[in-house]
């Protein structure tokens, strides 16, 4: 990792919010211990196991939003989203994270029809193996029956996507060997039809294309200590604006 002022940087760190902020609630983020949990962080969906600890959640739910603030900031522009990514992935990197991961490639649809949400399960069971099929499934099958008034998958939908171009990511968060870990796919989606409803988008295969990449990232909790709090302090009340969870 490249040696830089951790503090300093986070200070001096240029950042932009989303469209669209949750809904409020008097409750604020709620961070459980022992049990699962996914909450919906800007453009991001991000699942913790049960075993992950309230500070390691927080921990990575902070810094996941500060990264992707410091993307809207270089890159606002959909025809930019590539360079979104490079540059989320560099924010994550200075704010303590290791990042693994593959260049972006194309799905391929078996069937005529294309559905976002049957393509995002393959991929990441493959990328990162059952674990993350059982939560993921879990959480869309949420997600699917909220109503389409609710305020948080409106903010949502209207953070990731245009009429003709989208961009989530979903997360999964465990501790492996002691170590925070991130399973993170990222995908980019393009469409001649009007893109509704990112994350059950369908239609045919030859007017949608839906980029790809996945990421394995491990949180170095010693050096994240050392910026937790200006972290917390940079984002004030974008947490509680941000980040939403999402009953599963």
Not at 168 to 191: A, D, H, P, W, Y
Request: hydrophobic share 40%; proline share 2%.
């Amino acid at each position: 990792m490249q040696t830089i002022d951790l503090v300093k940087y986070v200070k001096n760190l240029q950042i932009e919010s989303p469209v669209v902020a949750f809904p409020s609630t008097k409750a604020g983020m709620q961070i459980a211990e022992g049990e699962e949990q996914t909450f919906l962080n800007a453009k991001s969906l991000v699942s913790f196991v049960s075993e992950v600890s309230g500070q390691q959640r927080e921990d990575v739910l902070n810094s996941v939003l500060l990264a992707q603030l410091a993307a809207n900031k270089q890159f606002p522009e959909d025809v930019q989203l590539i360079d979104w990514y490079k540059s989320f992935s560099k924010a994550l990197n200075n704010l303590g994270w290791t990042l693994e991961g593959k260049e972006f490639s194309t799905f391929k649809s078996a069937t005529d029809v294309f559905e976002v949400e049957n393509a995002i399960v393959d991929i990441l069971t493959t990328a990162f193996g059952g674990t993350f099929k059982t939560v993921i499934t879990k959480t869309l099958a949420s997600i699917k029956g909220l109503s389409d008034n609710n305020g948080k998958i409106t903010a949502f939908e209207k953070n990731t996507h245009s009429l003709s171009k989208g961009a989530f990511q979903l997360g999964l968060v465990k501790v492996e060997n002691g170590t925070i870990s991130l399973q993170l796919g990222m995908f980019l989606l393009t469409s001649s039809n009007e893109i509704k409803k990112i994350l059950f988008f369908k239609s045919s295969k030859d007017k949608t294309r839906l980029d790809y990449c996945s990421q394995k990232g491990t949180l170095n909790e010693e050096i994240y200590k050392t910026i937790r709090e200006p972290i917390v302090t940079k984002l004030g009340k974008k947490v509680t604006d941000f980040i939403s969870e999402v009953e599963i």
